[in-house]
């Protein structure tokens, strides 16, 4: 789905448009005498909806982490509008109403986690029973123990804990819209596992999720929809079926038979110990007939589809961009 056609489409689906953007340009200066001109983004135009989850994809410097400045009022864009909760971008009476976690934040080092939750929630002027109720139930959710996050100075934590802490104070004030810069980054599997659960309770809860990566297996499993830059373009955008595809042949493992005539039936036919998987070619119901002639066992049969790895590289192939660089 192209840019044009994502704008109209906040006049026709009845749903609640949260962000929008028409035509974003950024230009950066560079040089010893600033006359070299850099576009980290060019013309984005797009559409995030109340209540859904949002993936922008990308390559290192494709223009995401731009982007997200740009809707936060960090930075400047050169051209082009936007709109952030009905606001035009900038306007800071929007900015009780967000919750941010940059890429790489900033904590003050010899502030315990609980101080430093207090200090954030003074920013946002939250009262003190507020406080006392709100900062418990962040550290409960983020899993961090409430004793430690009293007691233990943030420089001597590891870098999955400085996320937790991170994405605590993103929600301090119970934000309608939560922007999260490359969430994954940095952490093990029990981290990403802590920070997709997180995203899943915020969606449960309504609220909106705009967020950065390039761990696309997590973004595959959490996102409504995804977008992708790309040299500060935006290439596509929509929901994964509409990107991926539902799906119309199936992915087949099974055991036993005869494997000259499982050839006749599955591409890329494959062997791990004593089973076969590949991919079915004809009709499901003439295979599973044929399935129990053969004396062979079925263990599995899915609907296949292109994964979102996948379809993220051939994207960046066909516009001759080495994601590597």
Same mark, same amino acid.
């Given at each position: 789905?192209?840019?044009?056609?994502?704008?109209?489409?906040?006049?026709?689906? +009845?749903?609640?448009?949260?962000?929008?953007?028409?035509?974003?340009?950024?230009?950066?200066?560079?040089?010893?005498?600033?006359?070299?001109?850099?576009?980290?983004?060019?013309?984005?135009?797009?559409?995030?909806?109340?209540?859904?989850?949002?993936?922008?994809? +990308?390559?290192?410097?494709?223009?995401?982490?731009? %982007?997200?400045?740009?809707?936060?009022?960090?930075?400047?864009?050169?051209?082009?509008?936007?709109?952030?909760?009905?606001?035009?971008?900038?306007?800071?009476?929007?900015?009780?109403?967000?919750?941010?976690?940059?890429?790489?934040?900033?904590?003050?080092?010899?502030?315990?986690?609980?101080?430093?939750?207090?200090?954030?929630?003074?920013?946002?002027? #939250?009262?003190?029973?507020?406080?006392?109720?709100?900062?418990?139930?962040?550290?409960?959710?983020?899993?961090?123990?409430?004793?430690?996050?009293?007691? &233990?100075?943030?420089? &001597?934590?590891?870098?999955?804990?400085?996320?937790?802490?991170?994405?605590?104070?993103?929600?301090?004030?119970?934000?309608?819209?939560?922007?999260?810069?490359?969430?994954?980054?940095?952490?093990?599997?029990?981290?990403?596992?802590?920070?997709?659960?997180?995203?899943?309770?915020?969606?449960?809860?309504?609220?909106?999720?705009?967020?950065?990566?390039?761990?696309?297996?997590?973004?595959?499993?959490?996102?409504?929809?995804?977008?992708? %830059?790309?040299?500060?373009?935006?290439?596509?955008?929509?929901?994964?079926?509409?990107? %991926?595809?539902?799906?119309?042949?199936?992915?087949? &493992?099974? &055991?036993?038979?005869?494997?000259?005539?499982?050839?006749?039936?599955?591409?890329?036919?494959?062997?791990?110990?004593?089973?076969?998987?590949?991919? #079915?070619?004809?009709?499901?119901?003439?295979?599973?007939?044929?399935? =129990?002639?053969?004396?062979?066992?079925?263990?599995?049969?899915?609907?296949?589809?292109? =994964? %979102?790895?996948?379809?993220?590289?051939?994207?960046?192939?066909?516009?001759?961009?080495?994601?590597?660089?």
């Amino acid at each position: 789905m192209d840019a044009a056609t994502e704008t109209k489409a906040t006049t026709t689906n +009845g749903r609640t448009p949260v962000v929008q953007t028409w035509e974003l340009t950024k230009v950066y200066r560079t040089g010893f005498f600033m006359n070299q001109k850099v576009e980290s983004l060019t013309n984005c135009t797009l559409t995030v909806y109340e209540g859904e989850t949002f993936g922008l994809l +990308g390559p290192n410097g494709a223009g995401k982490t731009t %982007l997200l400045k740009i809707l936060l009022g960090i930075i400047q864009r050169t051209s082009g509008r936007g709109v952030l909760l009905g606001n035009p971008i900038g306007d800071r009476a929007v900015k009780q109403r967000i919750g941010y976690l940059p890429e790489n934040a900033y904590f003050y080092d010899y502030l315990t986690a609980w101080e430093f939750l207090h200090f954030v929630a003074g920013l946002f002027k #939250l009262p003190r029973n507020v406080q006392q109720q709100r900062i418990p139930e962040l550290l409960d959710l983020v899993g961090l123990d409430r004793t430690t996050a009293k007691k &233990k100075q943030l420089r &001597k934590y590891s870098k999955g804990m400085l996320q937790r802490v991170g994405m605590a104070q993103a929600l301090i004030n119970d934000p309608e819209v939560v922007f999260l810069d490359e969430p994954m980054s940095g952490l093990d599997p029990t981290g990403r596992y802590r920070i997709r659960e997180i995203i899943l309770s915020l969606k449960e809860q309504g609220k909106t999720v705009f967020f950065n990566s390039h761990i696309l297996a997590d973004v595959e499993q959490i996102c409504d929809r995804v977008a992708i %830059l790309a040299r500060g373009e935006l290439i596509c955008i929509g929901s994964l079926d509409e990107l %991926l595809g539902i799906g119309e042949t199936y992915h087949v &493992k099974g &055991k036993g038979g005869n494997i000259d005539i499982l050839k006749s039936w599955l591409e890329n036919i494959g062997f791990e110990q004593d089973t076969w998987y590949g991919q #079915l070619k004809g009709s499901p119901q003439e295979f599973l007939a044929n399935l =129990s002639l053969m004396n062979a066992q079925l263990i599995g049969m899915n609907l296949a589809r292109t =994964s %979102l790895e996948e379809f993220f590289m051939q994207q960046l192939f066909s516009r001759g961009i080495d994601s590597t660089r």
